[in-house]
């Protein structure tokens, strides 16, 4: 199929790359001229802005939008809003905000124009693993798009299959879901991203308990002063704890011990508070997820082991760089 990308940075250009490398064709966009001569090349196309890129889609064209939340989205998605035809189809990307995706998908609708929104997990290791995928939008678009995202997902792996699925859609098993309507699937990440806080931070907490076991403030008989990188390559192997942000700290720690190159000044993209809020509206408890979100807020303020340890997993898996 053929695909217009814009966005060509940590994800999106990885999604051209990933797309071409099974046969794919691309029209891509990126406000850096230098990163789109970069892509062109076999399969892939490059625009000169949004109007050229539009022009080089065959139809019913097909439009990934690969940004960040807010502005730059809503400007990018309201111009194709003007230059795309009835029955042209933008797919967002991107980590937007889920009810923004119903405003969008109502307002593209009345021009014809069918609305995908489409939450993407795999960060700068998307290229080689895939990655995971939660799709709102009409089904029939979605299904048309099918070989899009059937692509861009992991495949089946050498993950086992879970007991009693033979009834059930396929496709998750391979990485990728329909969930539903309009803003379905975004509202899938977001919640996925607000587990990843929590995640985070309990390892992260975990790990500076383990540091500060040479303290002071510990009886000389109980201070231990242990090897981080050891410990996350021991959970890594049969723990019940074992995860790939796990498979990251062991990285992490084992290339740096003391993660010198960060600050711990943690940053929080948006989905932590967006999840927090949509527990307030519907009475859910969430207590963990609250105090991840918290915890970063407070990060702002203070250095520490938890802290840095954050960042760095952040840096490995979303290539997240930390504020000045």
């Known amino acids: 199929m053929q695909l217009g990308v814009i966005g060509l940075g940590r994800m999106g250009g990885n999604i051209v790359r990933r797309l071409t490398r099974a046969g794919h064709d691309c029209v891509v966009f990126d406000q850096n001229a230098a990163t789109v001569k970069g892509l062109v090349g076999d399969r892939v196309q490059g625009g000169n802005d949004l109007a050229d890129l539009v022009k080089k889609l065959s139809k019913p064209r097909a439009v990934w939008v690969m940004l960040p939340a807010g502005e730059i989205t809503e400007n990018t998605v309201n111009q194709l809003g003007a230059l795309l035809e009835r029955g042209d189809t933008i797919i967002d990307g991107g980590n937007a905000f889920f009810q923004d995706d119903v405003r969008r998908a109502k307002a593209m609708k009345q021009k014809g124009i069918h609305y995908v929104d489409c939450g993407t997990s795999g960060g700068v290791w998307g290229l080689e693993r895939g990655y995971c995928l939660m799709i709102g939008g009409e089904k029939e678009v979605v299904d048309r798009l099918d070989p899009i995202f059937a692509t861009l997902a992991p495949g089946e792996g050498k993950i086992d299959k879970t007991p009693f699925r033979e009834k059930r859609d396929p496709r998750v098993e391979r990485g990728y879901l329909y969930c539903g309507p309009a803003g379905s699937g975004r509202f899938v990440k ?135």
Do not use: C
């Open 190 to 324: 977001m919640v996925h991203n607000g587990i990843e806080y929590g995640i985070m931070q309990a390892y992260a907490e975990g790990f500076e308990i383990m540091q500060k076991a040479t303290s002071k403030e510990v009886p000389e008989e109980r201070r231990y002063n242990l090897d981080l990188a050891d410990i996350a390559e021991v959970w890594r192997r049969g723990s019940v704890i074992s995860s790939w942000l796990l498979d990251l700290t062991a990285l992490s720690l084992a290339e740096d011990p003391v993660l010198s190159k960060y600050s711990g000044v943690v940053e929080d993209s948006g989905e932590g508070r967006w999840t927090v809020n949509a527990a307030i509206e519907e009475a859910v408890p969430a207590d963990v997820l609250s105090a991840a979100l918290y915890a970063r807020f407070r990060s702002r303020d203070k250095e520490g082991t938890a802290n840095k340890l954050l960042s760095a997993m952040r840096h490995a898996f979303g290539g997240h760089v930390e504020p000045k």
